[in-house]
């Protein structure tokens, strides 16, 4: 049986706005399960509702098979972490992690023993007595997690935790977080917008758009094998291939012409770095098409570039590992190898078709 269990929760605010439409995920022990999706998608009112804070409307939250309806959020064994780091001002580290035990009547000794733990988990053991006013973003954010840790919650739930964080500092603690989240073993749901942090961080993603759920998989299927258009979008770039007889031709090519006669106003992308220069392009046995192009655009990024170019399938950006090997001459004319496992087809629908 999974940990966690959400059975088709819809959540409506008001008369007409439905932020949560026939929601169904579930979450095993130990897994680190992240809602992905852009502002306004619902991620955080799911978070909510499994935390207890909002009432759905219709559906069911079950931990261990025993729903949570009419659990009060103290009582649900969860512990959470908010993208602004709500901290105490006027209390010292110590007294921020021992502020839920005392307020579950913890006894004093015990507080000794389990915060200094916490603190260590996080590598703040040695800030235990200072002020979290003259701390920086990340070592605020570290005492929000144990907080939320301190309290040894069967779940952890985290909202947006690194987002007012600088880049860097973003990375560095999302593997801290992950570690800690692996070492302890329990459940966690993480709330973000990132993709990049979402493939980097999670077992697997739950893909929301408009309050329900696009997809629900690995980080690689989900950005290997994306299921519907907004997916494939979303997560990671695309470059959409402009309807027309080059398209047609192409599709000739590659064999897909049957599948997209069958789909009418089909839509065809494919990755930036799933196309080859075609000079570069390795034989791979699998059908391949080429259209030629010229260069538009070159932006060097050090290990990798990215061009555009200009073809009768549209503008098409190529990314290009090892930059300083290729010989790049704008409005230089370049083939582009595109094999058919690079190209993926979605039907008006924009659900995802022979793949
Ligand atoms: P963000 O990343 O911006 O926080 P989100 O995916 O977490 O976005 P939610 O906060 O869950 O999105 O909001 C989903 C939708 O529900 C939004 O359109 C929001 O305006 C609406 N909403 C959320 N809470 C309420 C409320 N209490 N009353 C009315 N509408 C609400």
Redesign the pocket.
């Known amino acids: 049986m999974a940990y966690l269990t959400v059975a088709n929760a819809t959540k409506r ?2 008369e007409t ?1 439905t ?1 949560l439409k026939d929601v169904s995920i579930s979450v095993e022990r130990g897994e680190f399960f992240t809602l992905l ?1 852009p ?7 799911l978070l909510r509702s499994i935390a207890g804070f909002n009432q759905l409307t219709s559906g069911s939250i079950l931990i261990e098979g025993r729903d949570l309806g009419s659990v009060p959020p103290h009582k649900r064994d969860i512990g959470m972490v908010f993208q602004d780091y709500a901290v105490f001002p006027h209390l010292t580290v110590f007294d921020n992690v021992a502020f839920g035990l005392k307020a579950r009547k913890v006894a004093k000794d015990e507080i000794a023993r389990r915060v200094p733990q916490a603190l260590d988990a996080v590598r703040l053991g040695a800030l235990a007595d200072r002020l979290p006013a003259a701390m920086s973003g990340g070592q605020q954010q570290r005492i929000g997690l144990a907080r939320a840790m301190v309290i040894n919650p069967q779940l952890l739930l985290m909202d947006e935790p690194l987002s007012n964080l600088d880049a860097k500092l973003r990375v560095e603690l999302r593997e801290e977080i992950r570690d800690i989240q692996k070492q302890i073993g329990i459940a966690a749901i993480y ?1 973000t ?1 990132d993709q990049e942090e979402a493939l980097a961080i999670s077992d697997r993603i739950c893909v929301m758009s408009n309050g329900h759920v696009e997809q629900l998989g690995t980080p690689q299927q989900i950005y290997g094998n994306p299921q519907t258009l907004f997916v494939a979008s979303f997560v990671g770039t695309i470059n959409a291939l402009q309807p027309g007889a080059a398209l047609d031709g192409l599709l000739t090519t590659l064999g897909l012409a049957e599948l997209a006669a069958v789909h009418a106003n089909s839509k065809w992308v494919v990755r930036p770095e799933n196309l080859v220069i075609a000079k570069v392009a390795a034989a791979s046995g699998e059908p391949q098409a080429t259209i030629s192009g010229r260069i538009a655009k070159y932006t060097y990024l050090g290990r990798e570039a990215h061009l555009q170019i200009r073809t009768d399938l549209g503008d098409l950006v190529v990314h290009v590992a090892n930059p300083d090997r290729t010989s790049v001459q704008l409005e230089g004319e370049v083939t582009v190898a595109v094999a058919r496992s690079a190209v993926l087809g979605f039907d008006a629908d924009g659900k995802r078709i022979g793949g």
């Open positions: 605010f008001g706005f932020a999706g502002s306004g998608c619902g991620k955080t009112t709330v917008h």
